[in-house]
């Protein structure tokens, strides 16, 4: 059964701290690893990671992944109270139909 | 900026009730998902479908369930007979087919209560 596990659950920061948020994965057939962030409803999209090594970068978040040690991390840096939310992992297989997820990482940014 | 959109927002049914939960997906996508999250649990898959037929399906998607594409523009989730399990977000996605491209949007959600 494909899996995949982040952490922490929860992390507390305050504002303009660097946060990094992990996520590692067992699965079957990998193809890429997507991140999300989950305010109050729907997931919205970050991120999709296919090769190693290779850093993608959005503003302040940035993130990178490592297929030999099945992981990927996701930085914040100068983190900010919008930045408040669950980010999710989910890895998809080379079909590119379902995505399996994380529990996610619920980030709270305090002022 | 296109997005996937969802209604109802919100539905309350008894048990034992049909329902059915409603998508339009990004205008030029091929793939189209449903997926659940039950409160304080992971997000998981449940169905796909591409090409007017299921691609893939969970072992959550029992008999119960069916997806239908009755048109050009809407996606439906239709839930049977529900149960007070099948209370959950229930988000709908979509992706297009771009050279390797298979980012999933997600739409906002509806959350079913069955009481």
């Known amino acids: 059964e494909d899996k995949v596990v982040q952490s922490p659950l929860s992390l507390v920061v305050h504002e303009g701290d660097t946060v990094t948020l992990n996520c590692s994965y067992e699965?079957?057939?990998?193809?890429?690893l997507l991140w999300y962030k989950q305010e109050k409803k729907a997931p919205t999209f970050l991120f999709m990671l296919t090769s190693s090594g290779i850093e993608k970068k959005s503003g302040r978040l940035s993130s990178i992944l490592d297929k030999k040690e099945l992981f990927s991390i996701l930085n914040i840096t100068a983190t900010q109270t919008g930045d408040s939310a669950v980010y999710l992992c989910?890895?998809?297989?080379?079909?590119?139909?379902?995505?399996?997820f994380g529990e996610g990482t619920q980030l709270t940014v305090n002022p | 900026e296109p997005e996937v959109t969802q209604t109802p927002s919100h539905q309350v049914t008894q048990m034992g009730q049909e329902v059915i939960l409603r998508c339009v997906p990004i205008s030029n996508h091929l793939y189209f998902y449903w997926y659940r999250q039950i409160l304080g649990q992971k997000v998981e898959f449940l169905v796909s479908f591409y090409n007017n037929e299921i691609s893939e399906k969970s072992e959550i998607f029992d008999d119960q369930f069916s997806v239908e594409r009755p048109d050009g523009s809407n996606f439906t989730l239709k839930i049977r007979s529900t149960k007070l399990e099948d209370s959950a977000m229930y988000f709908c996605?979509?992706?297009?087919?771009?050279?390797?491209?298979?980012?999933?949007?997600f739409g906002p959600g509806t959350r079913l209560t069955v009481t």
């Open positions: 699965v079957t057939n990998f193809r890429s």
């Open positions: 996605a979509s992706s297009g087919l771009t050279g390797l491209n298979y980012e999933q949007y």
């Open positions: 989910a890895v998809s297989p080379p079909s590119g139909s379902r995505l399996t």
